[in-house]
């Protein structure tokens, strides 16, 4: 389908028509899939109507992150694709989150996409977005507060609904005592998916605990602070990580401990995609981080074309879709049926 779509795209003025219809869709769809960065949206050329908007994309995770590197590499992609100017930058202390929003007002940028791990924190800056006239949108965490906060949509996946998910695959795989590893302190998001996965474990008899970790600043406590757990409890069956990085110090734990435990994660990486192919780890929780990135700017950028017979019916479409408040990216669970669709490992796309 992506290499037909391709061919069509070249035939001159017909790429406008795919291209817009593409995004369409994406912005409608209640689940959307896994693109395909070698043909998806199409390379640009220049045929798109230009646009002058200027975007600020503020996130809270740092440089190196395997999840943020492909949100940013799907940010950068959107923009080389739509011609906007981005400024995109990201840091886990969330005063610097603070002062980069601020700059971005300061410096008269006409959209900001923001991430919301701790909302109260925000709120007077985004709330200050907003009355400067910024279009607001709001990605990964923070939905709902982004929205009282006057957050126009929400790209990400409702991590409430994900944690349930995972909780229930684990249940089935027999684990009956699970530790949840939060590694962000006040992260509204990671809290949901612990919550929710504990409740799905107290529903068959079950339970949960959370470990609050140092994180990948120092991997080599954060693996300690794990093994010193499954050393001193050994009823505890499972292991569940919030995010890639921290799956794969669980690994070492487990391993260095002597623990029975199997893990399960959020959030994939070519490593992470590998454990789960050898069987070393049960899935993955897949929220579409590339898409996390790409398609708040495919809207903004749609967003700020002047209706004509071409682009009217995909703007009052985008218009219906804002309403509802949130484009859903996930969840998706990655397990050994399905590991080798993803490019990370080289096979069947």
Avoid at 124 to 144: H, K, P, Q, Y
Avoid at 181 to 204: D, F, K, P, T
């Amino acid at each position: 389908m992506a290499r037909r779509i391709e061919r069509l795209a070249n035939e001159g003025w017909l790429r406008w028509v795919v291209l817009a219809g593409l995004v369409a869709l994406a912005m409608v769809a209640a689940y959307v899939c896994r693109v395909d960065r070698e043909t998806a949206f199409l390379a640009g050329t220049g045929a798109l109507p230009e646009t002058d908007i200027r975007v600020a994309m503020i996130t809270h995770g740092g440089i190196g992150d395997p999840f943020w590197d492909e949100v940013a590499a799907g940010a950068f992609a959107a923009q080389r694709e739509f011609g906007v100017e981005l400024f995109y930058d990201g840091d886990g202390n969330v005063s610097e989150q603070v002062r980069l929003v601020d700059n971005a007002i300061a410096l008269g940028y006409d959209v900001l996409i923001v991430s919301m791990a701790d909302p109260d924190a925000l709120e007077d800056s985004i709330r200050s977005a907003v009355a400067a006239g910024l279009v607001v949108m709001t990605i990964n965490s923070g939905e709902e507060r982004g929205r009282e906060f006057g957050a126009v949509t929400h790209f990400g996946q409702p991590d409430g609904v994900a944690g349930l998910g995972a909780g229930e695959r684990l249940v089935s795989e027999g684990v009956t005592r699970l530790l949840c590893l939060v590694h962000e302190a006040g992260n509204v998001g990671l809290e949901s998916r612990c919550s929710n996965a504990g409740l799905a474990l107290e529903a068959v008899g079950g339970s949960m605990e959370r470990l609050f970790v140092t994180g990948t600043a120092d991997r080599v406590s954060t693996t300690g602070e794990i093994a010193a757990v499954l050393q001193a409890d050994e009823s505890i069956d499972g292991v569940l990580a919030l995010n890639s990085s921290i799956a794969e110090l669980a690994l070492d734990a487990i391993a260095s401990s002597g623990s029975l435990a199997r893990l399960a994660t959020f959030d994939v990486s070519p490593a992470i995609l590998q454990r789960i192919e050898a069987g070393e780890v049960l899935f993955a929780v897949d929220q579409q981080a590339y898409l996390q990135g790409f398609l708040p700017i495919a809207f903004a950028y749609m967003q700020s074309l002047e209706a004509d017979p071409a682009t009217r019916g995909v703007l009052v479409g985008m218009e219906r879709w804002a309403a509802s408040g949130r484009l859903v990216t996930g969840p998706g669970f990655v397990d050994s049926a399905n590991a080798r669709r993803y490019p990370q490992l080289g096979g069947d796309q």
